[in-house]
């Protein structure tokens, strides 16, 4: 049966000298792996959509075994992400944490949509840096991880200034701050943005840009919480992390 869906291209991989898998995130039906023959043929006309990132149409057989493409439509390939090494480094992000927090043929529209906005975004000007930490942020649902950003973790109270506790998982008002010597005293504007990025539908967003000092503090939320609790090692991070050092 030839089913037809909308994707981004996760990952590709080889199979024989000829052939590709591509691991695509879909709209219709979330995350499935692919079989391109041929893909790897320099005229093969399913070599345009066996890249990773490419947005596109894809028309496959479906089977008991594995899916076999059929045809490929590019609708953007975000040619400006790729051409740019810094760009391609946190797009590489975003495609393999969603791809190891997600399950295979778990439909899930909103976050395809999510991928898709964040990545056109990353492809015009936005900073590449804040969408990926709106995206982590936003990930914490599905890793089933979320902090608690309402409220102080410890006593409920939503007025003082408030600290981010990754041992409690949370905010720290100032009056609890002391049970977790570890908090991290961040400025209220990044309290405020650690909220908003969770929340706020990403189609509403302006583009946001913010002085490095509050993009190192959201950094370093994220990247202590994610260590602490989703259990991932990413090699895309590893490489975003050595890149940050250059800078
Ligand atoms: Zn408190």
């Known amino acids: 049966m030839l089913e037809k869906a909308e994707g981004i ?5 080889s199979y024989g000298e000829t052939n590709s898998i591509l691991r695509l995130f879909t709209r219709e039906a979330g995350k499935i792996s692919v079989m391109a023959r041929g893909a790897k043929k320099p005229k093969s006309r399913l070599a345009a959509v066996s890249q990773p990132f490419v947005y596109a149409s894809f028309l496959y057989y479906k089977s008991t075994g594995m899916k076999t493409l059929n045809q490929g439509d590019t609708i953007d390939s975000f040619r400006i992400i790729r051409s740019d090494i810094v760009k391609t480094a946190y797009a590489s992000y975003l495609l393999e944490l969603l791809d190891k927090l997600t399950e295979e043929q778990e439909k899930n529209p909103y976050l395809f949509e999510l991928l898709l906005q964040l990545l056109q975004r990353m492809n015009e000007d936005d900073d590449p840096e804040i969408l990926v930490r709106i995206f982590e942020m936003k990930m914490t649902a599905q890793a089933g991880i979320k902090p608690e950003l309402e409220h102080c973790t410890n006593c ?43 929340h706020l539908d990403i189609s509403r967003f ?18 202590a919480y994610y260590d602490e609790y989703s259990g991932l090692y990413l090699k895309s991070k590893r490489f975003l992390e050595q890149m940050e050092k250059w800078e």
């Open 156 to 198: 409920g109270s939503t007025k003082g200034t408030f600290s981010f506790s990754v041992k409690e998982a949370g905010f720290l008002c100032h009056r609890c701050i002391f049970l977790d010597e570890h908090r991290l005293d961040i400025h209220p504007k990044t309290v405020e943005l650690l909220r908003t990025f969770f």
């Open 206 to 223: 302006g583009s946001i840009s913010l002085k490095q000092r509050t993009k190192d503090e959201l950094r370093r939320v994220m990247e």
């Open 9 to 13: 291209v996760l990952r590709t991989f």
